[in-house]
């Protein structure tokens, strides 16, 4: 079974980077597969932030694609977000997913984390 | 950018069926898929390709998707399917994700 899990600070504060890390079991992240960010702010619909091919090709919602990097950590069998100038709006339960190569759907989540910007 | 519409909420009563419905346009060109979500929990995929069903997705659980128009039904609704249901889509020209803003079950 395919387990994924969110881990960082939960607290980032306004204008710096917010730096999360998905830790994936299960299956091997370079096999294949996207591996991508979803967030949903407090009490609002899911948003999502990007994803990522195994072979490295980065697709970025195009609101924060300024702002975004994804990248993959194979040695370790996970990969990384990072969002660079957060702002109080950024605040969100951030998801990691792996997301099907050729129909766009998720098919495993990780548990989420929240992370809230703040001073 | 591409948008999805769902309406904010649906309610039902026990037994019966349910429909949530999805918009978008030439959202039939797509895959559409659909995610249950449960308060403090992580989204779970009901619904892929339109309308397939993940393995130990009960069978109450169907989908269409033609037209600007997704719709995931529920049949025999029971308490437990109370939850926050999204749609989303994938764009397969630009490998875009769009999630619609949601729709709050109630099973009255």
């Known amino acids: 079974q395919v387990q994924l899990q969110e881990s960082g600070p939960g607290l980032v504060k306004p204008s710096e980077t917010l730096s999360l890390t998905c830790a994936v079991s299960g299956y091997s992240i370079s096999s294949g597969y996207y591996w991508g960010w979803i967030r949903q702010p407090p009490g609002k619909g899911l948003e999502w932030i990007g994803s990522l091919y195994h072979t490295g090709g980065t697709y970025y919602n195009a609101s924060l694609r300024s702002r975004v990097t994804i990248s993959l950590d194979t040695s370790k069998n996970q990969f990384s977000l990072n969002l660079t100038y957060v702002t109080a709006a950024d605040t969100a339960v951030y998801y990691c997913?792996?997301?099907?190569?050729?129909?766009?759907?998720?098919?495993?989540w990780g548990q989420g984390i929240l992370v809230t910007v703040s001073s | 950018s591409y948008e999805l519409t769902q309406p904010p909420s649906v309610s039902v009563s026990p037994r019966q069926t349910a429909s949530i419905t999805c918009s978008g346009d030439?959202?039939?060109?797509?895959?559409a898929s659909w995610y249950q979500q449960k308060p403090g929990q992580s989204p779970v995929l009901v619904i892929y390709q339109d309308n397939k069903r993940p393995s130990g997705i009960p069978e109450r659980f169907s989908g269409s998707n033609s037209g600007n128009t997704a719709t995931l039904t529920l049949s025999g609704t029971q308490a437990v399917d109370e939850a926050d249901y999204y749609c989303?889509?994938?764009?397969?020209?630009?490998?875009?994700?769009?999630f619609g803003g949601g729709t709050k079950l109630t099973v009255l």
């Open positions: 030439k959202l039939g060109d797509k895959f």
């Open positions: 997913a792996r997301r099907h190569y050729s129909s766009g759907f998720h098919d495993f």
């Open positions: 989303q889509a994938w764009d397969s020209n630009t490998a875009d994700v769009v």
